[in-house]
């Protein structure tokens, strides 16, 4: 069983940067590929950015890449996501997530474990 608590959006001006950070519970963090996901109003979540268990392997969407940063510190059990030149498109709840498995995937079906989710707003 792993516990996922987000912290670190907020509301933040467009152009502005933003890090969220994602705590984990357990002893096997290390073990667990990550995920970010985002839900805005109406819409159904998206794939963010994923990171492999070892953090050696990235992938992101499209409408983050070149701007959006994920890493993870095992040591510490938390995933990072660093957000820079955000948009008001990129408002939303982000959760974070966890797949017991060592390699990354987009597919939000292929985790497990989910955070409560963060509020993140871009004003423009």
């Known amino acids: 069983q792993v516990q996922l608590i987000e912290s670190g959006g907020g509301l933040v001006q467009a152009g502005g940067s933003l890090r969220l950070s994602c705590a984990a519970s357990?002893?096997?963090?290390?073990?667990?590929?990550m995920g970010w996901f985002r839900q805005a109003p109406g819409k159904e979540r998206d794939f963010v950015a994923t990171?492999?268990?070892?953090?050696?392997?990235?992938a992101y969407a499209d409408s983050v890449k070149g701007r959006f940063t994920i890493s993870r510190d095992n040591a510490k059990n938390t995933v990072y996501l660093q957000m820079n030149s955000v948009k008001p498109e990129d408002t939303a709840v982000y959760y974070c997530?966890?797949?017991?498995?060592?390699?990354?995937?987009?597919?939000?079906?292929?985790?497990?474990?989910w955070g409560q989710g963060t509020q993140v707003t871009v004003s423009s």
């Open positions: 997530a966890a797949r017991p498995r060592r390699t990354m995937n987009p597919n939000y079906n292929e985790y497990n474990y």
């Open positions: 990171i492999s268990a070892s953090g050696g392997s990235t």
């Open positions: 357990g002893r096997t963090f290390s073990s667990y590929a």
